[in-house]
């Protein structure tokens, strides 16, 4: 087995590494040692595919079910995992801190966290809080005995404020309170990555998973870009071929979908650890 120190160090290489890195989400266990076995090099949680998970909308999953969520995956491969911690399941420094410490405990050596608040009077803090609460998770992440990637996002393009120079401005906040790597979902253009990437020092993340708003890897290598996560789109996908599938059931009383898993006779064989 390898260590959480060897994992956290081979994370953060893949930081430091020439070219980007595509970061995959899985949503359980059995999906993440399929992408293991793909050979990706590191993995991620989704908030959105966690909470779907149990059954619930993105957003109403406690610290303790995700942090269980989160662990499942840490331990069905030897890869990093690094978790969408959202804001960190309560507003004061002191409770994102508390997260990342949990985080660790859990066998995660990343994690991000996000400006928006979950409230729909007030959908992000004021830079000046946003600051501050990253500054405490990274403080919490230096006090831990390996490397601890933290990740700070702005929600600006996902809660209805798309303004570029605020975007960069937050990120800029968040790099100067020691953040490992950069990340605003929801960038409309890649003429957006590229000011924004030109704007920072640290690595910056890009999200996949939006129509429109997708680009390749070489579009986002050359535009700078670091790290690439999907988000939910791997568990919309596998969700939509169940969805068809049981479709097709009640509609016509066909198995049709049979016909098309040949990828499943591999299923096995990813399981093995």
């Given at each position: 087995?390898?260590?959480?120190?060897?994992?956290?160090?081979?994370?953060?290489?893949?930081?430091?590494?020439?070219?980007?890195?595509?970061?995959?989400?899985?949503?359980?266990g059995?999906?993440?040692?399929?992408?293991?076995?793909?050979?990706f090099?590191?993995?991620?949680?989704?908030?959105?595919?966690?909470?779907?998970?149990?059954?619930?909308?993105?957003?109403?999953?406690?610290?303790?079910?995700?942090?269980?969520?989160?662990?499942?995956?840490?331990?069905?491969?030897?890869?990093?995992?690094?978790?969408?911690?959202?804001?960190?399941?309560?507003d004061?420094?002191?409770?994102?801190?508390?997260?990342?410490?949990?985080?660790?405990?859990?066998?995660?050596?990343?994690?991000?966290?996000?400006?928006?608040?979950?409230?729909?009077?007030?959908?992000?803090?004021?830079?000046?809080?946003?600051?501050?609460?990253?500054?405490?998770?990274?403080?919490?992440?230096r006090?831990?005995?390996?490397?601890?990637?933290?990740?700070?996002?702005?929600?600006?393009?996902?809660?209805?404020?798309?303004?570029?120079?605020?975007?960069?401005?937050?990120?800029?906040?968040?790099?100067?309170?020691?953040?490992?790597?950069?990340?605003?979902?929801?960038?409309?253009?890649?003429?957006?990555?590229?000011?924004?990437?030109?704007?920072?020092?640290?690595?910056?993340?890009?999200?996949?998973?939006?129509?429109?708003?997708?680009?390749?890897?070489?579009?986002?290598?050359?535009?700078?870009?670091?790290?690439?996560?999907?988000?939910?789109?791997?568990?919309?996908?596998?969700?939509?071929?169940?969805?068809?599938?049981?479709?097709?059931?009640?509609?016509?009383?066909?198995?049709?979908?049979?016909?098309?898993?040949?990828?499943?006779?591999?299923?096995?064989s990813?399981?093995?650890?």
């Open positions: 087995m390898t260590s959480q120190k060897e994992k956290a160090a081979r994370f953060q290489a893949l930081h430091e590494a020439k070219g980007a890195f595509v970061f995959p989400n899985p949503w359980d059995g999906s993440g040692r399929i992408l293991a076995g793909l050979g090099q590191a993995l991620a949680t989704s908030s959105g595919a966690s909470a779907n998970v149990l059954g619930k909308l993105d957003g109403n999953v406690t610290r303790d079910e995700a942090l269980a969520h989160a662990k499942a995956i840490v331990e069905a491969t030897d890869l990093p995992v690094a978790a969408d911690l959202e804001k960190g399941f309560g004061s420094p002191d409770d994102v801190a508390e997260t990342i410490r949990r985080a660790a405990a859990v066998g995660l050596v990343g994690g991000s966290i996000e400006d928006a608040t979950g409230e729909k009077e007030k959908p992000r803090y004021e830079i000046a809080e946003a600051t501050e609460r990253i500054e405490a998770a990274v403080r919490a992440a006090s831990l005995p390996f490397h601890f990637t933290l990740t700070a996002r702005t929600e600006n393009y996902l809660r209805g404020f798309p303004d570029l120079d605020d975007t960069i401005k937050r990120l800029q906040a968040f790099e100067a309170a020691g953040a490992d790597v950069l990340f605003a979902p929801g960038l409309p253009d890649l003429d957006a990555v590229r000011k924004v990437c030109a704007a920072l020092k640290k690595p910056v993340n890009f999200m996949v998973g939006i129509r429109g708003k997708s680009f390749t890897v070489a579009e986002l290598e050359a535009a700078g870009v670091k790290r690439i996560s999907l988000a939910t789109s791997l568990y919309r996908a596998a969700m939509a071929g169940l969805v068809e599938a049981a479709q097709e059931i009640n509609r016509s009383g066909t198995f049709t979908y049979l016909d098309h898993m040949d990828a499943v006779k591999e299923l096995a990813y399981m093995r650890r």
